[in-house]
């Protein structure tokens, strides 16, 4: 497929998917509100219901009713009797009042009040006992949700527009035979080009999602669970890249192999901490090795194994110490693996299942060439819906 075909494609693609993930989060912040309404509703039918010729003497004590949240909000409510005579307001009000129209109760809509103000509002007539004794206009502000949904327009505008312009420079620079020719200077391009705008995008999201009340919670986590694992991607396509071209330099150095899958076992727990994690770890395991590297080894598996587990699922590590070697077996109970994926599970970019379950199905390679790398060997074993254990040898020196 040629450069300008394969942007198009992959920017219509991610078009596609900007539009999708917009009317999804305006979808559910439209229901949320709506059922806030609702919620409002009920419990204000629910207070006259108590007390019902408190209501007709004094209305205005059951504007308040329903407590903080409902105030917070800016919730407006309007009481009429059965002519459509006002009886009760909330002063937000002040010389407006909610329309009311007529059957068209149990009917959730959006009105703009003459001072600019939008609104979705609820009608309803109040019954006790099978008898009427009013009518309800209660209304919620949407001005916020609108001024939301504009900056999630513009945030997302600028994520895909910044990735377009990213991955352009990405393939062209890819297929470009000068850059082929000089891999130093496409690991460099691709370092700077592409990981910083990830990083800035994830670090900006994590700012704002340390702020409660910061607009658009769902949008931005969103954007950072993206980030991420974008992130996470390009890291492990340069380190396959590396591999593949020689450039890749193992740093080996004397540590504590026990120590280090305890740390990683550590982190997973934090992570899933619903997971059933047990060790098994000899304490004499001092290894020389690359502890990066080993340390991603280590993680992709663990990562593996907790999400093909259910919530409470088993996972166990266990390091026994040879003479010559050492030997790590992380086995869980969770799905398996069939044994038409067993034969390819170690191959780059193949995966059992399509979608972003780690990383483009770069993980179990990456494991495979580090440990190789190391001397040493990793090996599957799996019986689908039993279990299913990985086994990692490797040299002591």
Not at 211 to 221: I, V
Not at 243 to 255: A, E, I, L
Request: with cysteine.
């Amino acid at each position: 497929m040629k450069t300008p075909w394969l942007l198009a494609f992959i920017t219509a693609i991610l078009v596609f998917s900007s539009f999708i993930l917009y009317f999804s989060i305006a979808r559910q912040r439209e229901e949320a509100a709506e059922l806030r309404l609702l919620n409002w509703a009920d419990q204000l039918m629910i207070e006259i219901a108590k007390d019902p010729d408190q209501f007709k003497k004094a209305p205005a004590n059951f504007l308040f009713s329903y407590g903080n949240e409902f105030i917070s909000s800016g919730g407006l409510v309007q009481f009429m009797d059965l002519q459509g005579k006002i009886l009760s307001k909330s002063p937000g009000l002040k010389r407006s009042s909610l329309p009311y129209q007529e059957n068209d109760d149990e009917i959730i809509k959006d009105i703009t009040m003459p001072g600019g103000t939008d609104l979705k509002i609820y009608q309803d007539t109040i019954e006790v006992n099978e008898q009427k004794i009013g009518r309800l206009v209660i209304g919620i502000p949407t001005s916020q949700i609108s001024h939301d949904l504009n900056q999630l327009r513009w945030i997302v505008a600028v994520f895909m527009s910044c990735t377009i312009v990213i991955l352009g420079f990405g393939i062209n620079a890819l297929v470009s035979i000068d850059t082929i020719r000089n891999q130093k200077r496409f690991l460099s391009f691709t370092s700077h080009e592409l990981r910083t705008p990830l990083t800035i995008i994830s670090g900006h999201a994590e700012v704002a999602l340390r702020n409660p009340s910061a607009p658009c919670q769902e949008t931005l986590e969103t954007i950072k669970e993206e980030a991420d694992w974008m992130n996470k991607l390009v890291s492990n396509l340069l380190l396959m890249f590396r591999h593949q071209s020689g450039t890749q330099k193992m740093n080996r150095s004397v540590f504590n192999l026990g120590d280090l899958i305890t740390e990683c076992a550590t982190t997973l727990k934090k992570s899933y901490p619903q997971k059933n994690l047990t060790l098994k770890i000899t304490t004499e395991a001092q290894i020389k090795a690359d502890r990066d590297n080993i340390k991603k080894v280590i993680n992709n598996l663990l990562e593996n194994a907790a999400r093909n587990t259910a919530s409470n699922g088993k996972i166990q590590l266990e390091l026994i110490a040879y003479p010559k070697y050492f030997e790590l077996s992380v086995q869980d109970n969770g799905t398996g693996i069939g044994k038409e994926h067993q034969k390819n599970i170690f191959d780059a970019f193949y995966q059992i299942e399509q979608g972003k379950g780690g990383s483009a199905g770069l993980g179990l390679a990456i494991a495979k060439w580090i440990i190789e790398a190391h001397h040493g060997k990793i090996r599957l074993d799996s019986e689908p819906g039993k279990f299913t254990t990985f086994s990692v040898t490797l040299p002591k020196k």
